[in-house]
């Protein structure tokens, strides 16, 4: 049973262009989470969804972030017209419920040139 | 609100020394989640442990235990004899009955000298 799979690992961008992080959650699990690690920082929550809902965005910025989860296909993070503030390490996680334990993915880690 | 607070920014212990992390958390709810995951230098996020707020029985796991005491909010994690292979970041969180989010604290990165 493969783990939660992002990708890239990797990404780089320069300012203004939009970067697109991709996240398949565990098999059977349907609520997926989306994190953002700053150097030398914990996380930050940003946006819980299932299958085709956003459950829950409070943490996401207003402007140039969105995030989905289609009936079919991995999870997306999208950020528009990046800026250097952008630059962070993205984790996904997936559960089976919403109360039990999340598994978390290799991370992404944005840099914004 | 909730919050968890993990007051130990950074700890160093000798090789085969037991050291104890300390988690303090903060909420209203009384049903709740606690948990442990560890983020070792390759950056991954590796889950420990989760803990249901109606449950307070201490849990031994290899060299790992973890005391919950709602008392004080507190659930603190220890490694006995530690080895090399401990050192990374460690980070408690909580979650509430809705699930949706988890409030991570600011971890705590142990380095463990040979």
């Known amino acids: 049973n493969a783990g939660v799979m992002q990708n890239p690992r990797h990404l780089v961008r320069r300012r203004g262009q939009e970067a697109r992080l991709r996240c398949s959650p565990m098999?059977?699990?349907?609520?997926v989470y989306w994190y953002r690690q700053l150097p030398e920082e914990g996380l930050k929550f940003m946006v819980y969804?299932?299958?085709?809902?956003?459950?829950?965005e409070s943490g996401m910025p207003k402007e140039r972030f969105s995030a989905e989860f289609p009936k079919e296909g991995p999870s997306i993070l999208r950020i528009q017209q990046v800026v250097r503030g952008d630059s962070a390490a993205y984790f996904c996680?997936?559960?089976?419920?919403?109360?039990?334990?999340?598994?978390f993915g290799q991370g992404t880690r944005l840099t914004v040139v | 609100a909730q919050k968890v607070t993990q007051a130990q920014t950074e700890i160093s212990v000798v090789e085969k020394e037991d050291v104890t992390l300390d988690c303090v958390y903060e909420?209203?709810?009384?049903?709740?989640?606690l948990f442990w995951y560890k983020q070792p230098p390759s950056g991954e996020l590796v889950f420990l442990i989760r803990?249901?707020?109606?449950?307070?029985q201490n849990e031994i796991s290899g060299r790992y235990s973890w005391n919950f005491q709602k008392s004080t909010s507190s659930f603190n994690f220890t490694i006995t004899a530690s080895q090399v292979v401990d050192s990374a970041v460690y980070f408690c969180a909580l979650s509430l009955n809705t699930g949706n989010q988890f409030y991570f604290g600011t971890g705590t990165s142990l380095t463990v000298i040979p």
């Open positions: 803990r249901n707020s109606f449950d307070e």
């Open positions: 098999k059977g699990h349907s609520h």
């Open positions: 969804l299932q299958k085709e809902n956003i459950i829950d």
């Open positions: 996680a997936s559960s089976q419920i919403p109360t039990a334990e999340a598994f």
């Open positions: 909420t209203r709810d009384t049903t709740y989640y």
